[in-house]
């Protein structure tokens, strides 16, 4: 399986973007931590795996919440958040450890209790292959909770930017391949119940989990600025040689509609919170 094209994009500027705004990142995504950690229903004493890592937050509150019995162990393709997740593991004096790998091939030494991940599983190549892979790390009887996208239709905090700029866009982005790596691979359910159940997972369960999504930033402008920065906008304005002040100022015209009373943006978000067992 060839994942050389995620491993280069999380190890160039996109991981250090991830590095920079981990800890607004983290406020933004802290709810859906806490959907996969109801999800999991984790037990003092178990072992965790947690798929696509990154600054470790989830690992770290999974680490929280077993004890140091086994701990929890993140894994993740990208070197600098790997770095900084070791580092607040080491900080917040948690049983957590961290490998630079590739989930579709590694093999944890131990099998886990129970695998999870927040929006680290949607950017393989052969999803199935993957997740055949990760079930060889966790113990027969185990089980998988994780949490991805559904559409971006149902995911106003990723639309929203991009409805912003489409007037000033010379030529529209090429559709899409749905199913391709990235943050909405996982959109179609169907699919990935398929996905699971090829790669030999038992009693997949996808439930929707729709929750409001508070943007990081203070004020208006400085939560435009922020969205202006996730994903792959900023990449796409440059190449059309378009004016990023021009499209900024249009998002911030299009969330006065999405203010909280205390002034911050909050959007909606559609999720699938995925379980299954390793029978
Ligand atoms: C959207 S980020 C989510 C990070 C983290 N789970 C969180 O919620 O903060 C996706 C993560 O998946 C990781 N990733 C992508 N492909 C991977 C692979 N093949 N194996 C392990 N990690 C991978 C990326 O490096 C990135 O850290």
Excluded at 48 to 61: E, F, K, P
Excluded at 98 to 125: C, N, Q, Y
Excluded at 131 to 153: D, E, M, T, Y
Excluded at 229 to 248: K, M, N, T
Aim: hydrophobic share 50%.
């Amino acid at each position: 399986m060839n994942n050389a094209d995620q491993v280069e994009y999380w190890n160039g500027p996109a991981g250090q973007k991830w590095v920079d705004q981990s800890n607004r990142l983290d406020a933004m995504l802290a709810p859906f931590a806490d959907k996969v950690i109801a999800a999991a229903s984790l037990k003092p004493g178990e072992s965790v795996m947690d798929i696509g890592c990154g600054a470790g937050a989830l690992t770290l509150r999974a680490a929280a919440k077993i004890g140091a019995a086994h701990g929890a162990l993140g894994v993740d393709v990208s070197a600098p958040l790997v770095e900084l997740a070791r580092s607040r593991a080491a900080e917040a004096k948690l049983a957590a450890r961290f490998e630079l790998a590739d989930a579709s091939a590694f093999t944890a030494p131990d099998p886990a209790d129970i695998i999870i991940s927040r929006f680290g599983v949607m950017f393989f190549e052969d999803p199935a292959a993957a997740f055949a892979n990760i079930r060889q790390s966790v113990k027969p009887g185990g089980r998988l909770a994780f949490i991805c996208w559904q559409g971006l239709s149902g995911n106003d905090w990723a639309l929203a930017p991009l409805k912003a700029a489409m007037p000033f866009l010379k030529e529209a982005p090429a559709p899409a391949d749905p199913t391709a790596p990235g943050p909405f691979a996982f959109q179609d359910k169907d699919r990935v119940a398929g996905i699971l159940s090829d790669a030999g997972w038992k009693n997949v369960a996808i439930e929707p989990a729709e929750q409001a999504i508070v943007l990081p930033g203070d004020d208006t402008e400085s939560t435009a600025k922020f969205m202006m920065q996730l994903g792959p906008l900023s990449r796409l304005l440059a190449a059309q040689g378009i004016d990023e002040a021009l499209v900024e100022a249009a998002l911030i015209s299009l969330m006065q509609d999405h203010k909280t009373p205390n002034g911050r943006i909050a959007m909606k978000s559609a999720c699938w919170m995925v379980s299954a067992d390793n029978i």
